[in-house]
């Protein structure tokens, strides 16, 4: 019992480590890379415009649902008019980040994870290193730099569409009168908030795109399958993971940057 | 650096890998000249692949060493290893073409990535190399849209648009019929002439192996167990290059066998 | 898909996105006086509680600014607001601060009653006249006791809390 806990707990710190020197590695191969441009911009379509339907209806919904919730609570107390603040500080801190990052891990981290892991399994990763092409620079740089700067946006277009959801529930459908419920946001938003939320946004990126990358690109590493069965399992191991690690790391990031 | 060492371009000594407890090479030892064309016959799971991919450094060996042009090729060297991969190729058995690149950026690949040629440049020879593979019409078809044959041309292409010295080819034939197999040595025969590259082959196939190559050599058990041309290897009373050569007398022996009632003899030597 | 075609949607992405990352940051974040030139004033509270760093400022009911920091003078053991104030807006020396709240349980604010001194606060001058934060807890527990409607009875502290 002592000793399976401490082999897990040295396999997983092993794990750790791999993936931290995986993320360095293709950070460190960036310069090697040559016309990363033009990949950085292909990573921005599947991660960025790809995902902004998704991002941006579950945005909507989530603003709607927190404004009518919200409304029907706050009512209760004859303080409707914190409102705005209710929707605009969870938004902000939590779900935008949050929500946004589980939407992309949906999205494109699964893609990802099973695009590598398919590289993978044809051997098209082999064939980039026979070439002499890092393949870390080469697939993962890219998709790690698009990250750091898409994950923010999706972010911020997942609270602005929100803010707006929660307005027109609690204007719109309830009465409440806009400006209110406008102000209210305006009064509620610190850059303290903001900043909490953008560090939160970038962190998920980082972690749920490497995280997916290391996955699919270990898919023939995997201990129980081979082939397709391999990719399939890296695929939802880097999906599950992923998620949870969003929401571990949005715990930790809360309690480290949480203010009065 | 034209040929200082005897015109040996590749030389293997004495390489050992082990996978666990299953010993797949056990002091496998090669030498191709330059310009040559040479094959490396085995059974399958004779350890053909993790031979060539050892040599192409995919797979790092337990021991041994890899002379490429004289230089000696060791893990902690980058200089060599990088020397190395800028002029060598590599196909590997299931072409390993990138499959969300059109053919052309597949070939421009290597280019774009390892030298420091211009866009038109890069453009140029790509296309140029797709236009000698007979594959200039299909420039922005992705692979999957393209035929077996096509496939194994196209990353031809994509290994010879860096007018590599030496092409290592791990089992080009695979699961083709007797005429596509012939198609494909025929294919490289002739390029390896036309390109002036080095060719080294690890396959299963005698007949179309032993019509191509200038040398051939025989790996069984992790061993290279014969070495030699093509009329040798015809010639030789080796019972392992026999029983590899004159496997479809073989067949007829055993079936002779089971027609008259016996059980037949299933011994491989 | 073509590169011009993907450069065309990424583009329209990032424009997208970061109009959004400015709308956060400049008008949520930093609030709807970021830009113009403020100064600062100090306000002395025997009880700020409630109030944050970033709780509006207003005068007659129009946000004018935030409250900036709040600290505790070490000799009185008083509450010091610093509040950053737009600088159109001059206020007189005999302004009063008060701590209010919208609503029962809303957002605390300071509200700057102008006064009606020829003299103007300076940058880092302080405002002495000034009404605490009302103490909520109390207030809600006579609400839920019901002693306030008790108007002849002397107010009393529930005795359980």
């Known amino acids: ?260 | 650096m034209s040929a200082p060492h005897d015109g040996l371009l590749l030389e293997v000594e004495g390489l050992r890998k082990r996978f666990g407890e299953n010993v797949v090479l056990d002091g496998t030892s090669l030498r191709v000249k330059r310009g040559s064309l040479v094959t490396v016959l085995g059974r399958s799971g004779s350890g053909k692949s993790v031979f060539l991919k050892c040599l192409g450094g995919v797979v790092r060996p337990d021991e041994g060493t890899i002379r490429f042009d004289g230089r000696e090729q060791r893990p902690e060297d980058r200089a060599a290893r990088a020397d190395f991969r800028s002029r060598c190729s590599f196909l590997f058995q299931g072409n390993a073409l990138f499959d969300s690149l059109t053919a052309l950026e597949n070939v421009a690949l290597p280019l774009e990535q390892t030298t420091d040629l211009k866009d038109r440049e890069i453009r140029e020879r790509s296309l140029e190399a797709l236009k000698q593979l007979e594959l200039e019409k299909h420039q922005d078809r992705y692979p999957g849209q393209l035929s077996g044959g096509m496939q194994k041309r196209l990353a031809l292409a994509r290994a010879i648009v860096t007018r590599p010295e030496l092409v290592l080819f791990d089992e080009p034939t695979a699961g083709l019929d007797p005429l596509r197999r012939n198609a494909v040595f025929a294919m490289i025969a002739t390029y390896q002439r036309q390109f002036h590259f080095t060719a080294l082959v690890v396959t299963h196939d005698v007949p179309e192996a032993l019509a191509a190559s200038d040398h051939v050599a025989l790996l069984d058990n992790g061993k290279m167990c014969f070495e030699g041309t093509p009329q040798d290897f015809a010639a030789s009373e080796n019972s392992v290059v026999r029983g590899f050569r004159d496997s479809a007398s073989v067949l007829g022996t055993m079936l002779a066998e089971i027609r008259r009632g016996e059980a037949p003899s299933t011994d491989e030597s | 898909m073509k590169q011009s075609k993907l450069e065309l949607f990424v583009g329209g992405f990032v424009l997208l996105g970061i109009a959004a990352v400015i709308y956060l940051t400049i008008k949520l974040g930093a609030g709807s006086i970021v830009g113009g030139d403020t100064y600062v004033i100090e306000a002395r509270f025997t009880n700020a509680g409630g109030l944050n760093a970033g709780s509006s400022v207003l005068v007659a009911g129009v946000p004018v600014g935030r409250v900036e920091e709040i600290r505790v003078d070490e000799k009185d053991y008083s509450a010091i607001a610093t509040l950053r104030v737009d600088s159109g807006l001059r206020l007189p020396t005999d302004s009063m601060a008060s701590i209010k709240t919208t609503g029962l349980i809303g957002d605390k604010f300071v509200a700057l009653a102008p006064g009606a001194d020829d003299t103007w606060l300076e940058s880092g001058a302080r405002i002495t006249m000034t009404e605490s934060a009302v103490d909520l807890e109390s207030l809600i527990g006579k609400m839920a006791f019901g002693s306030v409607e008790t108007e002849d009875s002397p107010v009393e502290t529930p005795p359980n809390l």
């Not at chain 1, 995986?22 to 191969?29: E, G, L, M, Q």
């Not at chain 1, 779900?95 to 891990?105: E, H, I, N």
């Not at chain 1, 400006?179 to 939160?200: H, L, M, P, T």
């Not at chain 1, 290391?214 to 191991?237: E, I, K, M």
């Open chain 1, 1 to 260: 019992m002592v000793r399976a806990t401490g082999k897990y707990t040295l396999g997983l710190v092993q794990e750790l480590g791999d993936f931290a020197l995986f993320t360095a590695r293709s950070f460190a191969d960036v310069p090697k890379s040559r016309r990363l441009g033009r990949r950085v911009v292909r990573a921005f379509f599947e991660q960025g415009v790809r995902c902004l339907p998704v991002v941006m209806i579950v945005g909507m919904f989530t603003g709607l649902v927190l404004g009518l919730q919200g409304y029907y609570v706050l009512n209760k107390f004859g303080s409707e008019g914190l409102l705005g603040t209710l929707v605009s500080l969870s938004l902000v801190r939590e779900m935008g980040p949050v929500l946004a990052a589980l939407m992309l891990v949906g999205q494109a981290g699964s893609a990802l994870a099973a695009e590598i892991g398919i590289q993978r399994n044809s051997e098209q990763i082999a064939a980039l290193e026979m070439m002499g092409v890092s393949s870390h620079g080469y697939l993962v740089a890219p998709r790690l730099i698009a990250a750091l700067i898409v994950f923010p946006m999706q972010a911020a277009i997942f609270v602005s569409v929100g803010l707006w959801g929660g307005s027109l529930s609690g204007s719109l459908l309830l009465g409440l009168e806009p400006g209110i419920y406008w102000s209210a946001v305006e009064r509620a938003v610190q850059s303290n908030d903001v900043i909490e939320c953008f560090v939160k946004a970038t962190t998920f990126g980082l972690l749920t795109t490497g995280l997916c990358a290391y996955y699919g690109f270990n898919a023939h590493r995997s201990p129980s399958a081979t082939g397709a069965r391999a990719v399939s399992a890296a695929t939802t191991h880097a999906v599950v993971l992923s998620s949870i690690m969003v929401l571990a790391a949005d715990y930790v990031i809360t309690s480290f940057l949480v203010r009065t």
